[in-house]
């Protein structure tokens, strides 16, 4: 497997708890996800959470709800949990 981002040779390495494809030349992560998401709705006291999304994402500076990808093999409820504790 070859790297999305730069092309380079990509070797099997633990990344975040799982084995992933990184790139050997810039370090990139592949991500061999279905790309199926949840978004988690937190409410307390009449008060929703919300997170302001980082500087390299898609829309950087928005406000969001904590959300994230939902690894292969994973059910969509311990990714939403996942993602809240990664993001709260």
């Known amino acids: 497997m ?9 070797k099997e390495r633990e990344h975040d708890g799982r084995t992933r494809p990184v ?3 810039c370090g ?3 991500y061999l996800d279905p790309k ?3 978004t988690v709705v937190i409410e307390r006291e009449e ?3 919300l997170g302001k999304r980082a500087a390299w994402t898609r829309s950087p500076g928005k ?7 939902v690894e292969r093999g994973e059910v969509a409820e311990a990714a939403a949990t ?5 993001e709260v």
């Open 23 to 25: 790139c050997t030349v």
């Open 82 to 86: 996942r993602e809240v504790r990664e």
């Open 36 to 38: 199926l998401a949840v």
């Open 47 to 49: 008060r929703i959470l």
């Open 63 to 69: 406000w969001s709800f904590p959300a994230g990808f």
């Open 2 to 10: 070859f790297c999305q981002r730069c092309g380079g040779p990509t």
């Open 28 to 30: 990139a992560v592949t």
